[in-house]
């Protein structure tokens, strides 16, 4: 395939269709399965979030959003660039999916297709129809991921349409896929064209000829030019293709048409756009998602101006629920960066780097906000601007006014799940923290008036409420540059979720101003002990584990037991690097190899440290379907013994101590993720885990090491 040069703006327009998805996803959520007459009838035409209107929260758990920005990291996961297959992308589904917990709708096509991949059915054979049947193959959840697979590759629809297919096929078939080709391709064309025709046209181009949705798009595009009017061409959808049509519980041919006859009458605007898709009806958010991207990417950033603000309320937060926790709670811009990089090792370029000295909220991506909201929100506005009397780059304006008798103004950014995820009807969000005790978070700061600043974080207490710990208080001079540096307090945080963390602003007088935030971030090593019998009761705490087994328990001990298979739990994000976990009082109660894992990236991707009933202590390397063993020691270990388990990652070296044994390897497949418990076919117990610096990691020569196992 001839490389495609990258258009200028590239991150740009990802970062729009990103937005994009998630705005439209979102917009269309309450009402989804609603008929166009039901939706007239109790809320008028949609050109507004209404999620108010039915006591909802706007950013929540949905399998649009979750299934499109997981799957497409297949291409970070199997490294094969464009040659991609279907299987490898069944692949990521098992590492990310938590059977009947995440990613994915769990009443529909995608539940079949994924049930079928656990049980060892291979991609494509497990979307076909020969497999599943006509009727599931060609519901619409082929189009509803695509979108990431299109924005890896910007000017490229060939490209585009081939991975998608990969994609695609691993739970449908048929029609399913031959929409979900066009819609991939005319998103990677709206890069380089306006023009709804061409992209139409590159669409049609993907598929064959005499195909329905061939057939379906001809039939609208001649309707658009006859009616003039999307009202009469949706009754004529309706009439001909409608849901009586088609078998299923949401078949994408009536969707498919809907949304093309939207990008035929409002491509170029796209609050009409979001007005006509989500008023026609039926599959409002998959509908709406789609078409959001697709017109952003056309537009950029700008589709955005001139209409209801779709954006603020958003504020670019998007929750992800897989089983790599540490992406589940996100922001657009991460998204987009993270996508850019994929579509960049396409075309051989190398990863762009997170800006200013790799910041986790940099604001650089025009009106980003990455999640930063003022609480409370009528003292404070937060936007993103140059700061043209400092260094000229973008970052957080703050324009506060503070009242010295009035509490702080807080300006914060979600670093764990809200506190409505506890009452989510459709799927938890399955997630852990982003921030650790232990860890040291920066921002710098610019005030125009004088206040004060401190770094803070909010905690969930005992009784899952929030508690706010703080840093110590600074000055801002006006026009100064400040540095504030804040390491969280691990003997006052414990192991407690931070919920978010950002600034406290207050003053001695009551003023008008502005703050700069240039960036905000945190590194370096957490410093906690996981206990299960402190907060074991709580909500938060319980779900701040990745739970990927059939049981989970927080009692004396954690327990963990996998009926069939193997299981795991895990904790941490994939920020963790280089760290030293210790596992008290392990045991083994019953079953097939168990034990600890680190570096955890998903329920199939980790180093682990497992013991076997055949009295061998190994440390393997669990990659997808394979178990690779990298050092092996014989081990009689005793189901009434609980044991002290030590292991150490320092770069590509990793170490693993259970009594007087010790356990060395070098392998560079994963450099970075949590700790889990991995049980199979049994359960496990354990009292608690320390996460720490490495130390012993330090003290080996590795040279004598390997000369050794030479």
């Known amino acids: 395939m001839e490389p495609i040069d990258l258009p200028a703006d590239y991150l740009e327009r990802v970062y729009a269709g990103v937005l994009g998805k998630v705005i439209g996803v979102y917009l269309g959520r309450p009402f989804e399965g609603w008929t166009h007459q039901e939706i007239l009838a109790d809320l008028g035409h949609i050109r507004y979030y209404v999620q108010e209107k039915f006591g909802l929260p706007l950013i929540a758990t949905d399998d649009d959003i979750s299934g499109t920005f997981t799957f497409v990291r297949a291409l970070e996961e199997h490294d094969v660039g464009v040659d991609i297959t279907a299987e490898q992308v069944g692949k990521t589904w098992l590492n990310h999916i938590i059977n009947g917990r995440s990613v994915i709708s769990w009443n529909g096509t995608e539940r079949t297709a994924y049930l079928n991949l656990r049980k060892g059915v291979t991609a494509p054979w497990s979307g076909s129809m020969k497999m599943n049947g006509r009727t599931a193959a060609e519901q619409i959840g082929a189009q509803i991921y695509i979108d990431g697979w299109a924005m890896v590759a910007p000017a490229n629809p060939k490209l585009a349409a081939k991975l998608a297919e990969a994609a695609a ?421 019953i079953g097939g190899p168990s034990g600890v894992a680190v570096r955890v990236q998903g329920l199939n991707r980790y180093y682990a440290l497992l013991f076997s009933p055949s009295d061998r202590v190994t440390l393997v390397k669990v990659l997808d379907d394979q178990i690779i063993e990298l050092y092996s020691e014989t081990f009689y270990w005793d189901v009434d013994t609980s044991y002290t388990i030590t292991m150490e990652m320092d770069g590509i070296m990793l170490w693993g101590k259970v009594g007087d044994i010790e356990l060395y390897a070098e392998d560079s497949q994963f450099l970075e993720g949590g700790i889990g418990l991995v049980v199979a076919d049994g359960s496990l117990a354990v009292k608690s885990i320390e996460i720490s610096r490495p130390r012993r990691l330090m003290e080996i020569d590795w040279h004598a090491m390997n000369a050794m196992s030479e």
Not at 230 to 242: A, L, N, S, V
């Open 169 to 589: 096929s691993v739970s449908h078939d048929g029609v399913a896929v031959h929409a979900a080709k066009v819609w991939a391709a005319m998103e990677a064309e709206a890069f380089v064209s306006k023009d709804v025709d061409h992209l139409l046209n590159t669409g049609l181009d993907a598929i064959p000829p005499d195909s329905l949705i061939a057939t379906l798009i001809a039939d609208i595009r001649r309707w658009c030019e006859e009616d003039g009017d999307w009202e009469k061409t949706r009754q004529r959808i309706e009439d001909e293709y409608g849901y009586d049509k088609y078998p299923g519980f949401c078949h994408v041919v009536p969707n498919h048409g809907i949304m093309v006859m939207t990008l035929i009458y409002a491509g170029g605007n796209f609050h009409e756009a979001m007005h006509i898709v989500n008023t026609c009806g039926w599959d409002t958010d998959c509908n709406s998602g789609n078409v959001a991207c697709l017109v952003a990417i056309m537009h950029g950033v700008d589709a955005f101006e001139g209409g209801p603000d779709w954006r603020g309320p958003v504020a670019d937060r998007v929750l992800i629920s897989s089983a790599d926790g540490g992406y589940s709670i996100n922001n657009a811009a991460r998204i987009a960066h993270d996508i850019v990089n994929m579509g960049r090792k396409l075309t051989g370029k190398n990863a762009l780097p997170r800006p200013k000295g790799g910041a986790q909220y940099h604001f650089t991506l025009p009106g980003s906000v990455q999640g930063f909201s003022s609480q409370p929100n009528d003292d404070a506005v937060v936007r993103q601007d140059i700061d043209v009397d400092g260094d000229s780059s973008p970052g957080l304006a703050i324009t506060v006014h503070i009242n010295p008798h009035k509490e702080p103004i807080e300006i914060v950014t979600p670093t764990f799940a809200p506190q409505h995820a506890r009452q989510t009807s459709y799927y938890e969000l399955v997630g852990s923290p982003l921030v650790y005790p232990g860890q040291n978070l920066y921002t710098i700061l610019r005030a125009d008036e004088h206040m004060q600043a401190r770094l803070l974080i909010k905690v969930y207490t005992s009784n899952d409420e929030l508690e706010t710990i703080t840093g110590d208080v600074e000055d801002l001079s006006p026009g100064e540059t400040k540095y504030l540096r804040w390491n969280i307090p691990a003997g006052q945080v414990g192991s407690r979720p931070i919920k978010s963390a950002g600034v406290a602003l207050s003053a001695a007088s009551d003023i008008h101003g502005t703050v700069w935030m240039d960036s905000f971030e945190w590194e370096d090593f957490p410093d906690l002990t996981l206990r299960a019998d402190v907060h074991g009761t709580n909500y938060f705490y319980r779900h701040s584990f990745v739970n990927g087994a059939d049981k989970f328990r927080l009692d004396e001990k954690f327990i963990v037991a996998q009926k069939n298979g193997t299981g795991i739990v895990s904790y941490g994000t994939r920020e963790w690097e280089d760290y030293r976990a210790v596992f008290q009082d392990f045991v083994v109660n």
